[in-house]
């Protein structure tokens, strides 16, 4: 990595250009059986020794090493509650409108961006995000905190934050099924080719799963080699 690092180095001098070494990060990626495995105390950058770190921040999004996204939950609702909580001090002064539209701009932008992330997380993660969403819909609608907040999301129109992610996934499915999406998502579309008998699910439009290789253990060779044939 050290002579990657210093490869990159030389040919950014070649173009004009400078590495940050004060402001590089590296992290290790895994789980957490396999990050026990590593252990490496940092990475010489240049004149300057950097540490592995366990949380970094990517185009506006938290990232950990776990990939559990638990950091960048934390941080959405934080900065939520934080704009809900200003907000909700001149909420007498701004009448619905004005505070929907605070909503949208502050909080309801932080919850949605690249929330197809959260894809398949479970609901025990996506329940906090739904909280601020709550509390942003109490906010606007200025009902009690303990009513029934079903009614108040349909009358402002909003999903659930996990059919929200739903939502998204779909819209860029479809966009990327009909060619309206940038390349590096076209490519990872393929269209299930129809067969020669006349199912039912030949007339519709369906993905093709993508192939899987699973790599046998040493204990499935064992068991293959000594199971009777």
Known sequence: MERCILDIRTWMLTENLKLNDDKTEFMLIGTKPQLSKVNIDGLTVGNNDVAPITVARNLGTWFDSNRNLQEQIHKTCKSGFFYLHNIRRIRKYLSQESARALVHALIMGRIDYCNSLLFGFPSVHLLKLQSVKNAAARLISNV????????????????????????????????????????????????????????????????????VKLKKTLGDRAFSSAAPN
């Open 144 to 211: 009690p905190r303990y009513s029934h907040i079903t009614p108040v999301q349909c009358s402002l129109h909003w999903l659930p934050v996990k059919f929200r992610i739903d939502f998204k996934m779909l819209l860029l499915t479809f966009k990327a099924t009909y060619g309206h999406a940038p390349g590096y998502l076209t490519d990872l579309i393929a269209i299930k080719l129809q067969t020669r008998y006349p199912l039912r699910s030949a007339s519709s439009l369906t993905l093709n799963y993508p192939s």
